[in-house]
């Protein structure tokens, strides 16, 4: 995948006390050439500032720019408003409390999608609050899936949903094709929670 061709899209909003270590690991994605979309939701002014000050001594200030809302618009709600508006045939959701693991960007360019492909999920790894690692749920369905991916059908996902929990643990690390998302429609907004879920079904029917 060329990481020239892909945005990546920070939703942030209040006091997000992981920023910072969310933006240092999107680093070496903005080094490759990638573009960063941050989403400002109403984002607190000191997490601002710290922003903007990672901002200025960037190396690659022309890949970042940043829109924010007039107001308060909720997570999914503010994505479908402001997604429109990336150039890029890729985009890829990273939320302000992740991180992509140090090498991810070489593993991303390293992705060989055909003209049928419209999206990535990734793996996770999840931490408890002490740092300790916390129990892969979804250990059991990767071993379901091969090693060179698997489209799955609203009727197979569902119940995989329901007994699994999210494929990608959440918003973060989804990878989609524009053209995707522009057959599949936006996120549902009314949905304060797992409206990305929503989306993989629908997305799956296509």
């Known amino acids: 995948m060329n990481l020239t061709d892909l945005t990546i899209v920070l939703p942030i909003y209040g006091n997000s006390p992981y ?11 903005v080094r490759a050439g990638s573009k960063l979309l941050v989403i400002d939701d109403g ?4 997490m601002l500032g710290n922003l903007y000050q990672w901002i200025n001594i960037n190396e690659k200030q022309q890949n970042i720019s940043i829109t ?20 890029t045939s890729w985009y890829c959701f990273i939320c302000s409390d992740d991180i992509f693991l140090r090498g991810s960007a070489a593993v991303v360019n390293d992705i060989r999608p055909s003209s049928k492909v419209g999206l990535v999920l990734s793996k996770f790894r999840s931490i408890n609050h ?26 197979q996902m569902i119940p995989a949903l329901l007994k699994f929990g999210s ?11 524009k053209a995707l998302w522009e057959q599949a429609g936006p996120f549902n907004s009314s949905w304060k929670h ?8 629908t997305a799956g029917g296509i």
Not at 43 to 46: D, F, N, R, Y
Request: charged content about 20%; some cysteine; hydrophobic content about 40%.
């Open 194 to 201: 797992a409206a990305d879920w929503d989306w993989l079904i």
């Open 19 to 29: 920023l910072m270590e969310c933006l240092l690991s999107i680093e070496e994605f």
């Open 43 to 46: 984002v607190s002014e000191s």
């Open 68 to 87: 924010t809302n007039s107001i308060n618009l909720g997570l999914f709600e503010s994505l479908n408003r402001n997604i429109d508006c990336i150039q």
């Open 130 to 155: 002490d740092g300790s690692s916390r129990y892969d749920d979804c250990r059991h369905l990767y071993q379901r899936i091969t090693k060179f991916g698997a489209t799955l059908s609203p009727q």
């Open 167 to 177: 494929f990608n643990g959440n918003l973060s690390g989804m990878i989609i094709n």
